[in-house]
């Protein structure tokens, strides 16, 4: 059974030695970042099971960052912060946190958290949808194509994963782009065409007559949750 992968991100490196040690202990996998980047960039490395997310952090605000997992992954996401207002915790709610924790906190405050978390979430872990040949697997992460594999670059997989969760809603070049490619200046527009062409090579029997990814013209891209014979 392969362990629970644990992505700490926070600012404050004695926290996440703290941290770390008590996971560590627990027989959970432990990664960190200092920073949004860096977490960002192992989130779509390789999902993690569970974030434990600071909200302040140098670079941008934890709760960007949290879009961009929530994007990518259905995994447990835990806000760890000083902040304890009302709107603050409804707005991490709102973006499909899981949990609360405020600082000060007890090491084993957190186990005992991520432990009911993971009792709640198990029923969730083998979600899949399945539709014609194709079958996404939002628990371990994959995609196959009449049951062989696809190998999809991250921000392939970001798009594919987003536009399934939200069937039949068209979604803006502009909007997929803030969505995917928020943290990433270096790109423009014109990247979110690139990358949904060479998704449609990889999932589509034709990619010129696609049957998943659709162009709404004037408008944006949708996935078809029903397929036309």
Known sequence: MRPIHILIVEDDFSIVEILRLYLEKEGYIVHYSLNAAGGLHKIEKDPPDIVLLDLHLPDTSGFDLARRYRRLSDGILIFITGERTKDTIMKGFELGCDDYITKPFDPPEVIARIKANLRRAGRNFS????????????????????????????????????????PNQVFSVEQLFDLIWGFDSSANLKTVHVHLSTLRKKIEDNPKKPRYILTVRGFGYKFQSVLND
């Open 127 to 166: 979600n899949t949808v399945e539709i014609g040949g194709l079958t996404i697997n939002f628990s371990d992460k994959t995609v196959s194509k009449n049951g062989k594999t696809i190998d999809l670059f991250a921000k392939e997989k970001m798009l594919l994963f987003h536009l399934v969760k939200q």
